[in-house]
């Protein structure tokens, strides 16, 4: 049966909205939700930053990478958000202010947009610490209309593809380690049933195979 990030006093799930942003629109400050590389590496300046969790969604390893994490070749396999009325994400948000909103906005549209493949949407972000005050925020999400989308496929497949690629920004396998080790840091109540499928294919493939920060020094 598929488990649910426990928070207290989280509210329900708020219909996904799609309202795109773009630098033009240059807002005094934004909230932007971080689920992939994000999390460890934005990149960008910013205010403030939460770790918290959306609703209505599940992280997939379902879009294809030639740039950051693969090759034209042999495509590497990221994040993207699936919406899932029963799916609970966690990653986090980064608060940017002034002239850290158009200059976050620009390297993103460049890393996420350009280079990625994802869109622009707005979802309802909860901080773990204060779940009871919800923010909206804005997301990359990769959908089946992008040219670089691979959708789904077995764990198994994924964890093979996932060890044979590299990229300009490094291994496939750096990626989907230290987006392993973010979760942990989450706590238990922080649950990614199909990370944890992939992270144990890969074990099997590698039997001396253990996520600490030794196997990240030798990706």
């Known amino acids: ?3 649910e990030p426990v928070a207290q006093n989280s509210p329900p799930a708020s219909p996904p909205s799609s309202q795109p942003l773009s630098e033009d629109d240059d807002p005094q400050a934004l ?6 590389s994000l999390v460890w590496r934005p990149d960008f300046a910013y205010s403030d930053s939460r770790v918290g969790f959306v609703r209505g969604y ?10 950051h994490r693969g090759s034209d070749k042999m495509p590497g396999r990221v994040v993207t958000l699936l919406e899932d009325r029963e799916g609970c994400t966690w990653g ?3 608060q940017v202010q002034g002239e850290q909103v158009s200059e976050a906005l620009k390297y993103l549209n460049v890393r996420e947009a350009v280079l990625g493949g994802y869109d622009t949407k707005v979802v309802t972000f ?3 610490d204060t779940p009871d005050q919800p923010l909206k925020a804005l997301a990359y999400v990769a959908t089946p209309q992008n040219p670089g989308y691979l959708g789904p496929a077995p764990e198994e497949a994924i964890a093979t593809q996932i060890l044979a690629c590299r990229g300009f920004s490094g291994h496939n ?9 973010f979760m942990q840091l989450c706590g238990p109540q922080a649950q990614d049933e199909h990370l944890a499928a992939i992270v144990d294919a890969v074990g099997t493939m590698l039997p001396c195979f253990c996520p600490t920060e030794q196997a990240l020094a030798l990706v």
């Not at 909230?31 to 992939?36: C, K, P, Q, R, V």
């Not at 599940?58 to 740039?67: A, I, K, N, P």
């Open 173 to 181: 396998l750096e990626y989907l380690l230290r987006l392993a080790d």
């Open 92 to 94: 986090v948000a980064y």
């Open 31 to 36: 909230w932007i939700f971080g689920y992939g």
């Open 1 to 3: 049966m598929k488990q």
């Open 58 to 67: 599940s992280r997939r390893f379902w879009q294809g990478d030639t740039f």
């Open 126 to 128: 909860y901080p773990q």
